[in-house]
């Protein structure tokens, strides 16, 4: 598997929420109720038995407490890091009414799934060979939940990716005050080490192999390609140089080195996660004023509050209800030429002001990528998202699809929940009982 340079930009960013010692965590599991019905199990995507893992911390049964969160959601030790639990399982635990701190789950799962890769404790084994084989198209969270699971039926997998690092955007896209990319590559790492996942990097399907001839050589089809690249402004001036996309630029900073620290005014356009998370990555990476510039207002920002809560923090400045409409500058970009926006998000005339900036990244969405298998009959795409059924089935025989491509756009936990279901259901097919 592809390693990665330890000189990469990311590696300047510490944890934001640092590990708790064995003492913190103990005190911390015993604080749980062990809810009957926990609401934060209903909250979680994986529904991981979280009094459970809690309880078995508690009592220093740390094996059994892995094992309980890595059987629910195989992606538990990233997970911990990355997932936004406030609006999840911490979100929703009781404790949130009755004026108490609510547990804090995400760290307690990182401290069982830690302990558990630190000590190379493993829990699944591969079923016995089907000589069934499922080829999986994507190396991110959906491709690889759903080949854990294939395997542990004994069915054969082949994953392609088209890029040289696997992970998907767990690897290439998180903020790294979250989980490096090394982070995630040890998790992938783990994953495969059930034996029998054939990983081809550097092949993009579609292109070659094509369809027909992963439809020969396999008898079931899992798509996991996520979405595409940053989709762009479409406003004047926006080929000049330092203006550039904000998940392009995400990935480069994880892997390689980028140069921010002499950046003076940085912009960042967009009010989702991918946004916020850019706001602060920059200001991490030394730049010294950091903008987002939004066309909505601050309520009305898809991104998580608690998210631009912390970026407010770290410093970050915001304009709301600006349009931008044209990027100004000779070469290279000096700044962004926006419209005030009225609270229908309608541009209004003759309120033209200017913001200066050396660097801008755009963060409004990213394509879909439903086009790769337009020409595949029976496979229902709509604007660009492969439609599936409550068991990931895309309406054509052979093909399952989970995660971004198919969700439109969510989390690592949902695309880890929708690649393992999908694999239930490729299992029961090649069983012989449904689908194709
Ligand atoms: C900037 C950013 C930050 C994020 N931060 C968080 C976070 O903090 N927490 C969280 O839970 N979620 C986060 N997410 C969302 C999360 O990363 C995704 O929901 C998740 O990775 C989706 O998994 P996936 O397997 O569906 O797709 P991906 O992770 O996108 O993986 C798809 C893979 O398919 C490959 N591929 C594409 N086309 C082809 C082809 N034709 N042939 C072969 N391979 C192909 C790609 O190279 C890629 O590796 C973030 C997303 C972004 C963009
Ligand atoms: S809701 Fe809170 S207190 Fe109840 S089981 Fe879940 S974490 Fe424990």
């Given at each position: 598997?592809?390693?990665?340079?330890?000189?990469?930009?990311?590696?300047?960013?510490?944890?934001?929420?640092?590990?708790?010692?064995?003492?913190?965590?103990?005190?911390?599991?015993?604080?749980?109720?062990?809810?009957?019905?926990?609401?934060?199990?209903?909250?979680?995507?994986?529904?991981?038995?979280?009094?459970?893992?809690?309880?078995?911390?508690?009592?220093?049964?740390?094996?059994?407490?892995?094992?309980?969160i890595l059987e629910a959601n195989i992606h538990g030790m990233?997970?911990?890091?990355?997932?936004?639990?406030?609006?999840?399982?911490?979100?929703?635990?009781?404790?949130?009414?009755?004026?108490?701190?609510?547990?804090?789950?995400?760290?307690?799962?990182?401290?069982?799934?830690?302990?558990?890769?630190?000590?190379?404790?493993?829990?699944?084994?591969?079923?016995?060979?089907?000589?069934?084989?499922?080829?999986?198209?994507?190396?991110?969270?959906?491709?690889?939940?759903?080949?854990?699971?294939?395997?542990?039926?004994?069915?054969?997998?082949?994953?392609?990716?088209?890029?040289?690092?696997?992970?998907?955007?767990?690897?290439?896209?998180?903020?790294?005050?979250?989980?490096?990319?090394?982070?995630?590559?040890?998790?992938?790492?783990?994953?495969?080490?059930?034996?029998?996942?054939?990983?081809?990097?550097?092949?993009?399907?579609?292109?070659?192999?094509?369809?027909?001839?992963?439809?020969?050589?396999?008898?079931?089809?899992?798509?996991?390609?996520?979405?595409?690249?940053?989709?762009?402004?479409?406003?004047?001036?926006?080929?000049?140089?330092?203006?550039?996309?904000?998940?392009?630029?995400?990935?480069?900073?994880?892997?390689?080195?980028?140069?921010?620290?002499?950046?003076?005014?940085?912009?960042?356009?967009?009010?989702?996660?991918?946004?916020?998370?850019?706001?602060?990555?920059?200001?991490?990476?030394?730049?010294?004023?950091?903008?987002?510039?939004?066309?909505?207002?601050?309520?009305?920002?898809?991104?998580?509050?608690?998210?631009?809560?912390?970026?407010?923090?770290?410093?970050?400045?915001?304009?709301?209800?600006?349009?931008?409409?044209?990027?100004?500058?000779?070469?290279?970009?000096?700044?962004?030429?926006?419209?005030?926006?009225?609270?229908?998000?309608?541009?209004?005339?003759?309120?033209?002001?200017?913001?200066?900036?050396?660097l801008v990244l755009i963060a409004i969405g990213q394509a879909?990528?439903?086009?790769?298998?337009?020409?595949?009959?029976?496979?229902?795409?709509?604007?660009?998202?492969?439609?599936?059924?409550?068991?990931?089935?895309?309406?054509?025989?052979?093909?399952?699809?989970?995660?971004?491509?198919?969700?439109?756009?969510?989390?690592?936990?949902?695309?880890?929940?929708e690649g393992k279901r999908a694999a239930r259901a490729i299992?029961?097919?090649?069983?012989?009982?449904?689908?194709?």
């Amino acid at each position: 598997m592809a390693r990665i340079d330890d000189s990469r930009s990311e590696c300047v960013f510490d944890d934001f929420k640092g590990p708790l010692t064995p003492e913190q965590a103990v005190i911390e599991a015993n604080r749980c109720l062990y809810c009957h019905d926990a609401p934060c199990v209903t909250a979680c995507p994986t529904a991981i038995e979280i009094p459970e893992f809690i309880r078995k911390i508690s009592t220093g049964n740390l094996k059994g407490s892995a094992k309980t969160i890595l059987e629910a959601n195989i992606h538990g030790m990233s997970c911990a890091r990355v997932c936004p639990v406030e609006v999840l399982c911490v979100g929703a635990c009781v404790h949130n009414h009755q004026g108490v701190p609510p547990i804090q789950i995400g760290k307690l799962q990182r401290y069982a799934t830690d302990v558990a890769y630190d000590q190379g404790w493993r829990f699944f084994e591969a079923g016995a060979a089907t000589g069934k084989s499922v080829a999986l198209v994507g190396a991110g969270p959906a491709s690889l939940a759903c080949a854990h699971e294939l395997r542990r039926f004994g069915h054969a997998c082949t994953i392609y990716d088209k890029r040289a690092v696997v992970g998907g955007l767990n690897t290439t896209g998180v903020a790294p005050y979250k989980m490096r990319a090394d982070r995630s590559l040890d998790e992938v790492e783990w994953i495969l080490g059930i034996g029998g996942i054939d990983v081809r990097t550097g092949v993009e399907v579609g292109r070659e192999p094509s369809w027909a001839e992963l439809e020969e050589q396999h008898d079931a089809i899992f798509l996991g390609f996520g979405l595409g690249v940053d989709t762009p402004l479409d406003i004047p001036g926006e080929e000049l140089s330092s203006i550039y996309g904000a998940v392009d630029f995400i990935e480069r900073m994880k892997l390689a080195k980028v140069a921010v620290s002499s950046v003076r005014n940085a912009v960042v356009i967009g009010g989702g996660n991918t946004a916020l998370d850019t706001v602060r990555e920059l200001l991490g990476l030394g730049a010294r004023t950091v903008t987002l510039l939004y066309r909505g207002t601050e309520a009305a920002m898809s991104g998580y509050a608690h998210e631009w809560e912390a970026a407010r923090i770290d410093g970050a400045r915001a304009l709301w209800q600006a349009q931008p409409v044209e990027f100004l500058g000779k070469d290279r970009v000096e700044g962004v030429r926006c419209l005030r926006v009225d609270d229908d998000k309608r541009p209004v005339a003759g309120t033209e002001f200017d913001v200066e900036a050396d660097l801008v990244l755009i963060a409004i969405g990213q394509a879909k990528l439903g086009g790769l298998v337009g020409a595949l009959p029976g496979l229902r795409v709509d604007r660009g998202r492969i439609v599936v059924d409550e068991h990931g089935y895309c309406g054509r025989p052979k093909y399952w699809a989970g995660g971004d491509c198919a969700n439109g756009g969510k989390e690592v936990v949902n695309a880890s929940a929708e690649g393992k279901r999908a694999a239930r259901a490729i299992h029961q097919m090649l069983e012989g009982a449904d689908h194709g």
